[in-house]
């Protein structure tokens, strides 16, 4: 029996990523990003999300994309990793895409210790890259990032 999936498909320049969809909690326009003093690199700042403080991470410089400023068309996704919610700022989204387990190429597949990425799907158009939220940031980044949180909201910074 093949187990069906659901992935929500977004672009960063004209590649296709992937999330499950079981880890995604919404996704928004862009918005103003508060920079979080004392955060790993490839944390932009953070956001409010109805009260809770949500660190947006880069996913461009993650992926070894060239960085570039913030569109008004941008979006957020905001996802749970297995440690925290976490926004992630792309260029569009696609959309939901149903497929079987059985489409996907595990990445350890293709190239042994791929980071961050979990699988590829191969579509008649290109290939998607399955992101893998909960291998995003390494322990030391998940600790400098909980740091500089506590921080900041010890010191009542408007975030």
């Known amino acids: ?11 960063l320049d004209d590649r296709r990523y992937a999330l499950h969809l079981n880890a995604v909690q919404r996704i928004l326009r862009i918005v ?8 790993p690199d490839i944390v932009a ?9 949500v660190p947006v991470m880069k996913i461009r410089r993650r992926f070894g994309l060239p960085e570039r400023e913030p569109r008004l ?6 996802a749970n990793s297995s440690t925290r ?19 996907i190429v595990k990445a350890g597949q293709i190239v042994p210790a791929t980071d961050y990425v979990e699988g590829v799907l191969k ?10 939220l909960d291998t995003f940031l390494s322990l030391e980044e998940e600790q400098t990032l909980e740091h ?11 975030l």
Do not use: C, K, W, Y
Not at 32 to 39: S, Y
Not at 73 to 78: A, M, N, P, V
Not at 148 to 158: K, M, P, V
């Open 32 to 39: 103003d990003i508060t920079p979080l003093p004392r955060a």
């Open 45 to 53: 700042g953070v956001i409010n999300v109805h009260g809770l403080v």
């Open 1 to 11: 029996m093949n187990n069906l999936m659901q992935i929500i498909v977004f672009v």
């Open 85 to 103: 919610a976490v926004g992630l700022e792309v260029d569009t989204v696609l959309g939901l895409l149903g497929i079987a387990e059985s489409e």
């Open 73 to 78: 068309t941008d979006h957020l996704i905001i």
């Open 148 to 158: 500089a949180i506590q921080g900041a909201e010890g010191r009542n910074l408007s």
């Open 123 to 132: 579509l008649p158009d290109g290939i998607v890259l399955i992101h893998d």
